[in-house]
């Protein structure tokens, strides 16, 4: 199957620092990414949909200065934490959607997972 | 925007017992998707169902889409000490993927 490669896996951080995370589609070009946040024995939380070539799409709540996203290429997108604090410690999850189908519409669609990044700031 | 409520919330089990996680929406579904997160790892794909009162298998694990397209069941027939994990339903949203709450599932074994 597809595999979403993401790093680093996990980092520690001092308050006040920014952490960027990488996250690439190893064998398929995916035009949307997604970046979720998952705290423990939690659900994941969608905090934005990274566009290709485009802004990325954030989800209410989320502040689109603390957390930058990049989609510079059909096989990355990253997410910088900007100014990180103690809060932002979480379980950070990229996804990539893989699209296929018949005709001129994709009918099937399945979303791969990246491994996930453990941040924890000081 | 979307939502959907999935219940149990945990679920613990002797081994050799069935399981079984719903899914359930207000409103029609276009398709509904069922991943499994084991303990410190990643969501994975487990299957899609489109059609209206689909049922798949896949070896011990049942899956099913209610005949108006709003709800969906997982069912794992005699539970192993793998099954554990948590298992989280998606809906499709706006061109996103909305996630239910899960159901954590531990297994005495």
């Known amino acids: 199957g597809a595999v979403v490669s993401q790093h680093p896996s996990w980092v520690i951080c001092k308050s006040g620092t920014s952490v960027k995370i990488e996250c690439r589609s190893l064998?398929?070009?995916?035009?949307?990414m997604f970046w979720y946040r998952q705290f423990p024995k939690q659900s994941l939380m969608l905090m934005a949909t990274s566009n290709e070539g485009s802004k990325a799409t954030y989800e209410q709540g989320v502040e689109k200065d603390k957390f930058l996203i990049n989609h510079a290429s059909l096989t990355l997108s990253t997410l910088t934490v900007t100014s990180a604090h103690p809060e932002d410690s979480s379980f950070y999850i990229c996804s990539a959607r893989d699209l296929w189908g018949h005709g001129n519409e994709p009918t099937n669609e399945k979303l791969f997972f990246g491994s996930g990044t453990q941040l924890s700031v000081l | 925007g979307q939502q959907v409520m999935q219940i149990p919330q945990y679920q613990h089990v002797q081994e050799g017992e069935d399981f079984t996680t719903y899914c359930n929406s207000s409103?029609?579904?276009?398709?509904i998707q069922w991943y499994k997160q084991r303990p410190g790892g990643h969501p994975v794909f487990l299957i899609q169902?489109?059609?209206?009162?689909e049922v798949k298998k896949q070896k011990r694990l049942t899956f099913q889409f209610g005949e108006a397209k709003k709800n969906s069941s997982l069912h794992i027939t005699a539970t192993q000490t793998t099954d554990v994990g948590t298992y989280f339903c998606?809906?499709?949203?706006?061109?996103?993927?909305?996630f239910g709450q899960g159901t954590r599932l531990t297994i005495n074994p």
């Open positions: 409103t029609t579904l276009s398709n």
């Open positions: 169902l489109v059609k209206s009162g």
């Open positions: 998606g809906i499709q949203g706006a061109q996103k993927l909305v």
């Open positions: 064998d398929f070009q995916a035009t949307t």
